[in-house]
């Protein structure tokens, strides 16, 4: 199949490390914040390091915010990095906007939630996958494989059949969240090293 991979350019995040990443796998992609190139996108790839308001403010200034929108429910896939996942949900106890709202849920504190446990926040550094139910692009057992984290929110859905990954940190934290052809990973597949890009190959090559 012919591919048109975006890469959406909201200003921050490791948008290089992606593209360098996608071309190890044999796949050409566009890094952009023109609206129209993203809406002639078959594979969408939002990433973000940064604030939860930062970014969706970045979003509705350029138009990017309707574009992903509008790309997503005309059938292309849409994979969310770390903040570009925590901005698919409704909102975020960080800020104040509110998310784009393709999987209904909220980002929660890690503080809050770890409620005085010896977890360290932010959660930085390795994690253990583990499988919470069936995925509809991961078709590999990635049980026990370890993946790179490094956020201080973590997504909170409200449908927990979208949970198709989590990890044990204290609570168990979502890693890889899906709906329909959303796709939302907690984590950082671009510094998961083989892993991270066995799993970024197989949601890229099911669209």
């Known amino acids: 199949m012919n591919r048109e991979i975006t890469i959406v350019n909201c200003g921050m995040g490791n948008i290089g490390s992606i593209e360098n990443m996608l071309a190890k796998m044999g796949l050409k992609s566009n890094i952009t914040d023109n609206v129209d190139l993203v809406n002639s996108a078959n594979v969408l790839i939002l990433p973000g390091v940064g604030s939860f308001d930062s970014m969706m403010k970045r979003l509705k200034e350029t138009g990017l915010d309707e574009a992903i929108k509008d790309t997503v429910n005309s059938g292309a896939k849409l994979i969310g990095i770390c903040l570009g996942a925590e901005v698919l949900l409704n909102s975020s106890e960080e800020g104040t906007l509110a998310g784009l709202g393709l999987i209904s849920g909220s980002c929660k504190n890690l503080v809050t939630a770890l409620q005085g446990r010896t977890e360290r926040v932010p ?22 494989h370890r993946v790179y984290f490094s956020h201080s929110y973590f997504l909170d859905v409200d449908n927990k059949e979208h949970i198709k990954f989590f990890v044990n940190y204290g609570i168990e934290i979502p890693a890889v969240i ?30």
């Open 123 to 144: 959660h930085v550094g390795w994690g253990n996958l583990k499988q919470a139910r069936n995925s509809t692009f991961l078709y590999s057992d990635y049980t026990n």
């Open 178 to 207: 899906e709906r329909g052809n959303i796709v939302g990973l907690q984590f950082h597949p671009e510094r998961s090293n083989k892993t991270g890009l066995s799993i970024l190959a197989e949601i890229v090559e099911s669209a």
